[in-house]
């Protein structure tokens, strides 16, 4: 029996690179109703959600989902995320249908060879950084340093935008214990987690094999965030604490409202600037190559990427 909707064609992947970036959802129904991909709030209300359009769906608390939701989500290459208040917490997540074989064995060799994995490590350094790492340094090591400059990173800004700034402490388990601007922060990376997360699993790759961040369920979804992290969502939540500790209430001439709020507003229009979505993919590639490994030939029977890239234009000196 088949699984597509009645008087529905399957849908058909758009690319990763032409998509919005992130929603957050709470408090509603997602659902299927006439053909349309819809989250209805307490009141009935319907509001129409564009799934295929969308890299991610990050469901928070007093979000219910129905199986036709699901199915509609996974045919279009949306990742649906279920996560805690602001999304600081990862419950479950789904699975595009990008998981192959001959992937995830490339990225577990590079993880599992030592050399291989420091030069992938370097490779991180040097694009997070823009110079190479110090020589002979082990990954622990190379770790060390980067926390050390992170930390820097985290206090310049805050002087940068005039925020008060005690470092970055939160509790998981506590949303409301951390000040705001450890919460704006939470909320910030936490968004580009979510389209990290869909990028890494539409490539076909493994978010818990991570190469700097081992041992958790999204290793490899930090190590690749961590490279787009300064330049796009860690400004904008400065940006809005500033705003608030100063009594502007205001950017650009837009009023503030909730911070947690404006912040995840203000990095989906980062996402949109800094082209983040069409980078992501390129630059997983570009660090696993880094690690010298072979990549596997794909089996005749192996399924193609979740979300391939659209076939060029023109001829192989146009560029479409």
Known sequence: MSDQAPGLPPPRPIPIRERSSILFLERGQLDVIDGSFVVVDQRGIRTV????????????PGTRVSHAAVCLAAR?????????????RLYAAG????????RLLYQARLALDDEARLRVVRRMYSIRFQEEPPQRRSVDQLRGIEGVRVRELYKLMAQRHGVSWAGRRYDPQNWGGADLVNRCLSAATAALYGISEAAILAAGYAPAIGFLHSGKPQSFVYDIADL?????????????????????????????????????????????????????????????AAGGLAVPEAPEEAMPVAIPPPEPTGDAGHRG
């Open 49 to 60: 959600i564009p799934v295929g359009g969308i890299t991610c769906l990050m469901l928070e």
């Open 76 to 88: 279009a290459g949306t990742l649906l995320i279920w996560v805690g208040e602001a999304g600081v």
């Open 95 to 102: 699975q595009p249908g990008g998981a192959r074989s001959d």
């Open 228 to 288: 787009f992290k300064f330049e796009t969502v860690v400004p904008e939540a400065f940006k809005v604490v500033a705003a608030v500790q100063s009594g502007r209430g205001q950017i650009d001439g837009m009023a503030i409202g909730e911070p947690v709020g404006a912040v995840r507003r203000r990095c989906r229009d980062a996402f949109r600037r800094t082209n983040v979505l069409a980078r992501i993919i390129p630059a997983i590639e570009d660090v696993l």
